[in-house]
């Protein structure tokens, strides 16, 4: 299949932006034929370019019509639908509440699929999108890059906070307190590359206890470290074999974010500390969110995205303008001033010209 995904920015080493870079090289890697679109492309872009993946900033430069297109953020997902509007698209939510993760209402769009159920409910209770038009595809890891470490110790004596974004306030210190109360040292992923790591396989496996969310909170899990979610947003759980399936239906993300983040928590959440535990904890996540597994799921939905997909008549294409009209109207006040918000009605009454 020739798939275009599409990405507000393919730049740094962040959630979306990582997403798309793995699902991209493991879909050549068997044979499809991904093409990236993403209005801003840094080194993150350059690296998958190294791969032998195209990507483009400019949708129009594509002479090839895609199969089918996988769509993050609004806006490129908006634009590569409007320019390719008899493809049917995949819209997907990592988001609970940023801006661009909000879904383009758009006929050629066949599924919404959300990591995990906090951001279906968004999809279906804040924006109106059937229930059976959702899916939910879990976040995945890629095996081949994370490898089972050596056994826990029985007492933990080194934490890190994992993380691709810098902190403030009382978050660091209240977790640097909690593990002082254990006798654990506390550092920085970041403190320690000097920048965002490029390689945290290599790092993660020097740790015992691992702060994360998300996909990092899934890479540690999958070397094998006792995991805590927690970033600046606040804390969560110890990752259990018993809280295990709970917390990867919320993509160990914000809604099990539950905890205040003060000393006492930390502290109490470190004394839940077991190295059997833990182990149990990275076979489970092993099993079960393998990049091969996951980008199987997605290859269904691409066929039956395409399957159920017909050609659409007049009054399809007319529904197509009006959502879009109807997009650009709601951009957000910040983003619809000066000339951004000029080249978009401009694009527009292009596109109408064309219709």
């Given at each position: 299949m020739k798939i275009l995904i599409t990405n507000g920015r393919l730049a740094k080493r962040t959630g979306t932006e990582m997403y798309v870079y793995e699902l991209?090289?493991?879909l050549l890697a068997r044979g499809h034929e991904p093409v990236v679109y993403s209005p801003a492309v840094g080194p993150l872009g350059e690296q998958l370019r190294g791969k032998t993946v195209p990507v483009v900033q400019?949708?129009?430069?594509?002479?090839?019509?895609?199969?089918?297109?996988?769509g993050h953020h609004?806006?490129?997902l908006l634009c590569a639908s409007l320019r390719y509007p008899r493809t049917p698209a995949?819209?997907?939510?990592?988001?609970?509440?940023?801006?661009?993760?909000r879904p383009p209402r758009l006929p050629s769009i066949q599924t919404y699929v959300a990591v995990d159920e906090a951001?279906?409910?968004r999809?279906?209770?804040e924006f109106g999108v059937p229930e059976y038009c959702t899916q939910i595809v879990h976040n995945f890891v890629n095996l081949q890059r994370f490898h089972p470490r050596d056994d826990l110790p029985v007492r933990p004596s080194r934490a890190l906070l994992f993380t691709n974004r810098t902190t403030i306030g009382r978050f660091p210190r209240a977790l640097a307190a909690g593990c002082r109360d254990h006798g654990i040292q506390l550092d920085l992923l970041r403190a320690i590359a000097g920048k965002n790591c490029l390689e945290p396989e290599k790092v993660l496996p020097k740790y015992d206890v691992v702060f994360a969310r998300g996909k990092?909170?899934?890479?540690?899990?999958a070397v094998g470290n006792a995991v805590i979610l927690g970033d600046r947003r606040g804390l969560g759980p110890l990752v259990t074999s018993e809280n295990f399936q709970r917390l990867r239906n919320l993509n160990f993300g914000r809604r099990a974010f539950n905890r205040p983040m003060r000393t006492a928590e930390v502290s109490r959440q470190l004394a839940n500390y077991s190295a059997a535990d833990a182990s149990t904890v990275s076979r489970q996540i092993r099993e079960q969110s393998p990049i091969d597994l996951i980008v199987d799921r997605w290859l269904e939905l691409y066929a039956g995205a395409i399957e159920s997909f017909a050609s659409p008549a007049p009054a399809a294409m007319e529904a197509t303008m009006r959502a879009a009209a109807e997009h650009l109207e709601q951009l957000h006040p910040s983003l619809a001033r000066g000339r951004?918000?000029?080249?978009?009605?401009?694009?527009f009454a292009k596109l109408v010209g064309l219709r």
């Open positions: 991209a090289i493991e400019q949708v129009n430069r594509l002479a090839v019509t895609p199969d089918v297109i996988h609004f806006e490129p995949i819209f997907c939510c990592h988001s609970w509440n940023s801006h661009q993760d951001c279906r409910d999809l279906v209770y990092a909170a899934i890479e540690a899990m951004r918000m000029e080249k978009w009605r401009a694009v």
